[in-house]
C-alpha cells in the first residue's frame, strides 16, 4: 500500500496504490487526517488508477473521510478507478455522494 500526494492548485490530488483492505484502511484515513489542517487545498481528489482491490473496510473510509472532509468545508471527488474497484463504488452508488470521474483531468476541469 502507497499513498502519495500531489497538488494541483487548489486540489489535493492523493494517489493511492497496492491493495486498500482490512489492515491498510487505518493508514488512508491517517495519511488524509494529516492534511486537513493545510489551507492551500480545497478538494481532496483520489487518483484509483493503481489501486487493485478495495475491501469493505477500505471503502468505508473513502464515505468517512468524506464526512470528514466536509465538516471543514473542503470536497472530495475521486477519479481513474480500474473495473473492479469501480464496480464496489457503483454497486454502493458512491456517485451519488461524491463525484466520479473517468480521468484526472476531467476531476480538475470540473
Known amino acids: 500500500m502507497e499513498f502519495n500526494f500531489e497538488h494541483c492548485q487548489d486540489t489535493l490530488i492523493m494517489v493511492i496504490s497496492g491493495r486498500l483492505d482490512a489492515i491498510h484502511h487505518n493508514l488512508l ?18 487518483d484509483l488508477s493503481n489501486l487493485d482491490y478495495v475491501s469493505s473496510a477500505g471503502f468505508r473510509e473513502f464515505f468517512l473521510i ?42 480538475l476541469g470540473s
Open 29 to 46: 484515513s491517517e495519511k488524509v487526517t494529516e492534511r486537513i489542517p493545510e489551507s492551500s487545498w480545497n478538494t481532496l481528489l483520489f
Open 66 to 107: 468524506g464526512h470528514k472532509i466536509h465538516q471543514q468545508g473542503k470536497k472530495m471527488a475521486v477519479c481513474c478507478l480500474k473495473p473492479g474497484v469501480q464496480r464496489i463504488f457503483e454497486i454502493a452508488m458512491f456517485n451519488d455522494a461524491y463525484p466520479v470521474f473517468d480521468s484526472r483531468n476531467a476531476a
